[in-house]
């Protein structure tokens, strides 16, 4: 970070003044078109220049005398900070890390404005004129050396909350995770104000900007940690856990127990954990955060922790990768009745693939869990009577989940009647019309969801 200053002497232009320029110039120039109800002020005519002070103008013409000269007072004020905040923002270039982090100008402007109002006693009213025409005005003024006394105040202040912070990093006595938290509560010191950035270091014994260097502690310790991390085991079934365990070491040796890492997945969101006495870590991930397929995640420093970006410092981590195979689901369908249904297999199954079941179907005798699906089927007799009469029948279905023979659930599906031109037919609408009610059955699914225990 570098930071330059200019001598405020050669601003001749503050950005204050365009405001206040532009309503000097159609006060004027209203004036020299109605007849006058009083001299109109030096001050108000050309703007008022004085190297030893800030200067700030305001007006207010809302048709009430006190409170268009309160309003005139808060103006003049608004226009005296926002004089100083242009030459603040000026005289900071900033080129580093700290100037990308929010609005910089924003906060010079929002810093200059508390403090102006916090000193009032150290604003002096120099004049103020009232025209019923015009309303009242208001001329303040603020002693360069006294603002730069609280200038100086601000800095000693910021100086000594970071420095308390930052004297036991220097003296090398606490750990790894006691240093981060101390550098991050300093780094958030000095950055909450703009004045942070003309606090020197005097801690670690360099001659620059202190949150340069507190940066650059923090890049060291991010950037030269080693993380290693491994799953156990690497290849599991759908449902199982998975503990994942490893070791953190410091670039400086230091102590690295109760440091604070994150298992970072982006479909997910993150796992926060801390490491044991000399910074090991063992944690286990849930089966429910662990889907079908290949399954990867980084281990990293948990910078969050200590409110420090993340995006802005080199960051040690290391990737584990895990495979998740999906249940095995045997599937058998078969018809309590003389009706061939085997047409219907291919949509029983697809109405299995499509449940939110981590599962993959396999042949009878494959799996980790078996599905049966049996037809109940009723033929009605056939009306001897009518002409052409149709063919009438009820299909219903009975679902038995078990594991290793013991049985998990039996579900009877409620029959429908449906009827054809033949046999065929009507068993095959009847069939396929059930079918539609159970995929449409959430009640249905979530039973066999708990049942496969999923």
Not at 397 to 414: D, F, K, M, P, Q
């Amino acid at each position: 970070m570098m930071i330059s200053i200019s001598n405020p002497l050669s601003k001749s232009f503050r950005k204050g003044h365009i405001a206040t320029a532009l309503i000097v110039i159609l006060l004027i120039a209203s004036c020299s078109s109605g007849p006058e109800t009083g001299k109109t002020p030096d001050w108000i005519s050309s703007y008022p220049a004085d190297t030893a002070y800030y200067v700030g103008i305001g007006g207010s013409n809302a048709g009430n005398m006190a409170e268009d000269r309160d309003k005139a007072a808060a103006a003049a004020r608004a226009d005296l900070a926002a004089q100083i905040s242009a030459q603040v923002s000026s005289e900071l270039e900033v080129s580093s890390r700290a100037s990308s982090e929010g609005d910089f100008s924003e906060s010079v402007e929002r810093t200059v404005n508390e403090s102006v109002e916090q000193n009032l006693k150290s604003v002096e009213t120099v004049d103020t004129w009232f025209s019923p025409e015009h309303g009242a005005w208001v001329y303040v003024r603020l002693s360069k050396a006294v603002w730069a006394a609280i200038v100086h105040e601000e800095i000693a202040n910021l100086t000594l909350r970071a420095n308390t912070n930052l004297e036991p990093v220097a003296s090398g006595r606490m750990t790894e995770a006691e240093d981060m938290a101390a550098l991050g509560r300093a780094r958030i010191a000095l950055l909450s104000s703009p004045w942070g950035l003309m606090v020197k270091d005097a801690v670690f014994g360099g001659s620059g900007i202190l949150l340069d260097r507190v940066d650059a502690e923090i890049s060291d310790r991010t950037g030269s940690m080693v993380i290693r991390a491994d799953a156990n085991p690497r290849r599991v079934k759908f449902g199982s856990e998975v503990t994942v365990s490893g070791l953190v070491v410091s670039g400086s040796g230091r102590d690295m127990g109760a440091f604070p890492l994150i298992i970072a997945r982006p479909e997910v969101g993150n796992f926060e954990f801390t490491t044991e006495p000399g910074g090991s870590f063992s944690v286990t991930l849930a089966p429910e955060t662990l889907v079908p397929g290949t399954v990867r995640f980084e281990v990293l420093p948990d910078l969050i922790a200590w409110e420090i970006p993340p995006g802005g410092f080199p960051v040690s981590r290391t990737a584990v990768e895990i495979i998740v195979d999906p249940i095995l689901l045997a599937l058998s369908i078969n018809s309590s009745a003389a009706a061939d249904l085997s047409t219907l297999d291919g949509a029983v199954g697809d109405w299995i693939s499509e449940l939110p079941l981590p599962a993959e179907t396999v042949s009878p005798g494959q799996g980790d869990i078996d599905l049966e699906y049996a037809w109940t089927v009723f033929d009605f007799p056939r009306s001897q009577s009518l002409a052409n009469a149709p063919y009438i029948t009820q299909v219903g279905a009975v679902l038995t989940v078990s594991r290793n023979g013991n049985v998990l659930l039996v579900r009877e599906i409620e029959a429908f009647k449906d009827g054809g031109l033949d046999w065929e037919q009507a068993h095959y609408r009847a069939a396929k019309t059930l079918l539609k009610q159970i995929a449409e059955n959430p009640l249905l699914v979530a039973e066999l969801v708990e049942a496969f225990g999923l």
